[in-house]
């Protein structure tokens, strides 16, 4: 089952965890690193900005 939810605070934490993963990184297109301030303020932006939905997507097995 895969279910969506809003972003929180885990998850903004966890993605940036998963960042720090070079390979994960190079699939987004990302040159470098961020800051954690950095990954937060673009999940503030993105989350104030009424044009753009965003979730998180939880894969349930069975």
Same mark, same amino acid.
């Given at each position: $089952?895969?279910? #969506?939810?809003? &972003? *929180?605070? =885990?998850?903004?934490?966890?993605? %940036?965890?998963? #960042?720090? *993963?070079?390979? #994960?990184?190079? =699939? %987004? $297109? $990302? +040159?470098? =690193?961020?800051? &954690?301030?950095?990954?937060? @303020?673009? %999940? +503030? +932006?993105?989350? #104030? @900005?009424?044009?753009?939905?965003? %979730? ?7």
């Amino acid at each position: $089952m895969v279910v #969506l939810h809003n &972003i *929180t605070e =885990l998850e903004i934490e966890q993605t %940036f965890a998963w #960042l720090q *993963t070079s390979a #994960l990184r190079e =699939l %987004f $297109m $990302m +040159k470098s =690193l961020p800051s &954690i301030e950095q990954h937060r @303020d673009y %999940f +503030k +932006k993105v989350l #104030l @900005d009424n044009s753009q939905k965003v %979730f998180a997507i939880y894969i349930y097995i069975r």
